[in-house]
């Protein structure tokens, strides 16, 4: 630093001085006053980038520090038994590099679950394409819809036993729920299948149970058993279908004139105006 500020100011000082000046018969007070006064000019122009310098990077510097201290508040867990507060955490799954982001509610049945599925105003489109509903769409949030994605489950449930909770809100305003104790989803080989559904304390009624081993379908990928066509491609959404019966939570968000269709769920709502599904380690 020492070297570079005494080259700088070497070229200042003969830079500032015009061989001109040197003639002998110039007056020398004049050559000196000139010198120095345009010395002077060149020093105070350094001094003020050199602050101007200081100023930017104390910005960078504190920019910086706001940055580190965000990420280190969105807190990467395992599972949201581990969260302590209603918020999105990023949550770290085996054979994948990075972290997704996941929304943990800790106030509802004790806490510790995570949302797998949330839908209350119809602004995100769940008519997707099976590679959508493998890897995801919507953002996460207690204040957005999302489907987190297929895979990110699979990759869940087998890691651990899993309960499922849904919760529905119908036509009429009423809400319900329907709780399984045990949840597994199985991997893209097979279609994502519900490998096993049991237990039921709910509200609804028992319909998720007649989906097992039902592999998931959307418009682009028939799965399902209807020998009539593809159910996702009639009733809208991607879905666990059983010859299009029982339920489906992905369908349209309003009720589907032609087949009388929205969010249904057997028995208790054929248009459900809201919908999550949680998922939870026990």
């Known amino acids: ?134 890897d995801g769409f919507g953002v996460v949030g207690p204040s957005s819809e999302f489907w987190l994605g297929l895979e990110a489950v699979f990759q869940l449930t087998k890691g651990g036993k899993y309960e499922l909770l849904v919760q529905l809100r119908n036509e009429s305003g009423h809400e319900g729920l329907a709780r399984y104790e045990r949840f597994l989803v199985s991997g893209e080989d097979r279609a994502y299948s519900l490998s096993f559904v049991g237990g039921f304390p709910g509200t609804m009624g028992e319909v998720l149970k007649g989906n097992e081993d039902e592999g998931f379908s959307t418009y682009d990928r028939d799965n399902d058993k209807w020998r009539g066509g593809n159910c996702a491609q009639k009733y809208g959404g991607g879905w666990w279908f059983f010859e299009c019966r029982h339920t489906s939570l992905n369908g349209p968000f309003e009720k589907d004139n032609s087949t009388g269709r929205g969010m249904y769920w057997l028995g208790w709502t054929n248009a459900a105006t809201y919908s999550r599904m949680l998922i939870r380690r026990r």
């Not at 004049?30 to 010198?35: A, P």
């Not at 122009?45 to 910005?59: C, D, M, P, S």
């Not at 507060?85 to 996941?102: E, F, N």
């Open 1 to 134: 630093m020492l070297t570079i500020l005494g080259l700088s100011f070497l070229w200042l000082v003969t830079s500032a001085v015009d061989p001109a000046f040197s003639h002998p018969s110039q007056d020398q007070s004049t050559i000196d006053s000139v010198g120095y006064k345009i010395l002077e000019n060149r020093l105070d122009q350094l001094e003020l980038q050199f602050n101007n310098t200081n100023t930017l990077l104390a910005k960078i510097v504190t920019s910086l520090d706001v940055i580190q201290q965000q990420t280190s508040q969105l807190a990467v867990i395992k599972t949201c038994s581990e969260a302590t507060t209603t918020k999105v955490y990023q949550l770290r799954l085996p054979h994948r590099a990075t972290p997704i982001d996941v929304f943990c509610d800790m106030e509802l049945l004790d806490g510790g679950w995570l949302v797998i599925q949330h839908r209350f105003d119809g602004s995100v489109d769940f008519n997707r394409s099976w590679a959508e509903y493998r």
